[in-house]
């Protein structure tokens, strides 16, 4: 599986989602290369579907993408079990990591 870390330059939420990634990855046993790739303008973010930092993209796909998101260049929140946070819940990353290796 390949998971990649889509984050604006100095991203202040980008170790915690790499902590989140690598605990996912630990707590599935999913086999995953991560990468890291920084979006710096709009065009990359045009291009890319980007819609905050940090996203996860799970083999090309982001899990937890909104229909009505925006094209942003700002940081992202995710809906979680106890409210709006900087990154997705680790139990339902676990879930999304899950359903991509499978699929």
Known sequence: MQIELLVVPDCPNEAAATELIQA????????????????????????????????????????????????ALACRLYSTPTGLRTAPDLTELCRALQRAAHS
């Open 24 to 71: 996912a990855v630990r707590s599935t046993g999913v086999s995953a290369n991560i990468a890291r790739t920084i979006i710096t303008n709009d065009e990359e973010a045009n291009e890319r579907g980007f819609t905050g930092s940090p996203t996860i993209l799970l083999n090309g796909a982001d899990p937890f993408a909104e229909a009505d998101a925006r094209i």
